[in-house]
Each structure stands twice: as structure tokens, then as C-alpha cells.
């Protein structure tokens, strides 16, 4: 797995309201979950996205944090994406920098969920699940043939979207999540709140904005999303 390690020195920060967290205390390494998700174009599924960065934050002896990030964003190798292409295609990782610029090039319309506290062996399945993506042995296809009426396994681990690249990291969010039926906001919804539901999330009701400026994404026009946000809030 590569990762990015930056060393995060923090100064007093006065925190504007209880529901935004401070960095974690020096005892304890956390870990975190920032998922994005929309779409350039609403009535264009080709345009939509679904992406997560995943955060390890662990405490320095001379202050502040350790940060350890990847970044789950499966898209074609060879942009753009052909939603109605039958044959797979080679795929790729993209970082979260590049995922982003990507959409601010573009007519963008895409919101942040988060940054959440999660689990700890979340993010290191999701680390395993990153490294398979990672090996050469997974294409991309927007129809991946990776739902079963059973919903019990996956037909095609070797075939992916992008929203299953995100939600088969831990198996009950996949079943959560399926049939994967919609795209872009809507769909990173749901992923969101069927991590809360199936227990990935530690106090769901808590962002960590810090990170936000710590990873460098605070310079981009996303929308902060919530958890149980209207759908009608999100189509406006």
C-alpha cells in the first residue's frame, strides 16, 4: 500500500461549535473516513463519481499528528467514462488531489460527507481492499456485474465501479448498499448512511474538520453534506 505521511504541527485552535472535533488527544492513534461523491452533469451518470480518502492520525511526541492517507477513487485508466461500454476496461486508483481537480475542471456539482471517525479494522480492510485494486487484477466497468439476487457474494471481484470499489472494503456495507441503482450524490447517500447503520462510524453525529485543511481540500467547492440529508436538499 502507498500511502501519503504528512507531519501535522497544531497550534490552539478554538473550536466554533460542539459538533466539530478536535484533533485526537497525543494517547491515541484515530482513524477516519472523508467519502465524497456527485456528479459534473446531473443528467449525465457518465460525469458522477463516488470516492472516499481514508486517514490514520496518529499522535507525535513532539506535537500534533502523524497523518497516513489513501484514497479508494476507481475510475477508467482512460478517462471519460463509458457507462455503456459492455467490455471492462483497465482502472485505476486516482488520489484524492487529482479526483478532485478532476471535478473542478469539470461543470461540478458534488458534496463531502464527513470527515467521520471510523473503525479501526475499516480502514484496514480498505487498506487490503486497496492493495487488490491496486494489483493489476481489477478492471473497471460501470455495469460490473457485481450484484447477486442473493446478495450473498460477489459474481465479479475482478470487475468494479466505482461505488462498489468503495463498499466492498467491509461485506454488510455492500449488502447495505445493494442494488447500487442510482449515481453520483445520491447514491454516496446512501453509502454514507449504510456505514452509519451497519456500525463503521464512531459518533456519526461528529465531524473532524481539521482534516479537511490537513489533506489539502478546503481550497474546493464542495458542498458539506449530513447524514440523513433530504434527497430533495441534494437534487436543488
Not at 513532539?62 to 484514497?71: H, L, N
Not at 460490473?144 to 439476487?149: A, I, P, S
Not at 461528529?206 to 437534487?235: K, S, Y
Request: glycine residues 6%; hydrophobic residues 40%.
Amino acid at each position: 500500500m502507498t500511502g501519503l505521511r504528512l507531519i501535522i504541527l497544531f497550534v490552539c485552535v478554538a473550536i466554533p461549535s460542539s459538533a466539530k472535533a478536535a484533533p485526537p488527544p497525543a494517547d491515541d492513534a484515530k482513524h477516519y473516513i472523508l467519502l465524497f461523491g456527485g456528479q459534473a452533469e446531473r443528467l449525465r451518470p457518465q460525469t458522477a463519481h463516488t470516492w472516499a480518502t481514508f486517514v490514520k492520525a496518529v499522535p507525535n511526541p513532539k506535537g500534533g499528528v502523524v497523518i497516513e492517507q489513501f484514497t479508494i477513487s476507481w475510475l477508467p485508466e482512460r478517462l471519460p467514462v463509458r457507462p455503456f461500454k459492455i467490455r471492462p476496461v483497465s482502472g485505476r486508483n486516482y488520489g484524492l488531489a487529482e479526483t478532485l481537480e478532476l471535478f473542478d475542471n469539470s461543470r461540478s456539482d458534488y458534496g463531502l460527507w464527513g470527515p467521520y471517525e471510523i473503525r479501526e479494522d475499516w480502514y484496514r480492510s480498505a487498506a487490503i481492499h486497496k492493495q487488490f485494486l491496486d494489483s493489476g487484477s481489477v478492471r473497471f466497468a460501470t455495469l460490473d456485474r457485481g450484484q447477486t439476487l442473493s446478495l450473498t457474494s460477489v459474481r465479479r471481484p475482478d470487475i468494479s465501479h466505482c461505488v462498489h470499489a468503495l463498499t466492498r472494503t467491509w461485506e454488510p456495507l455492500r449488502k447495505a448498499t445493494n442494488p447500487v441503482n442510482w449515481y453520483g450524490e445520491l447514491i454516496t447517500r446512501r453509502v454514507a448512511e449504510s456505514s452509519d447503520d451497519v456500525g463503521l462510524l464512531v459518533n456519526s453525529k461528529v465531524t473532524h474538520d481539521w482534516l479537511i485543511e490537513a489533506l489539502g481540500a478546503d481550497q474546493h467547492p464542495f458542498v458539506r453534506r449530513r447524514l440523513n440529508e433530504p434527497r430533495i436538499a441534494i437534487l436543488r
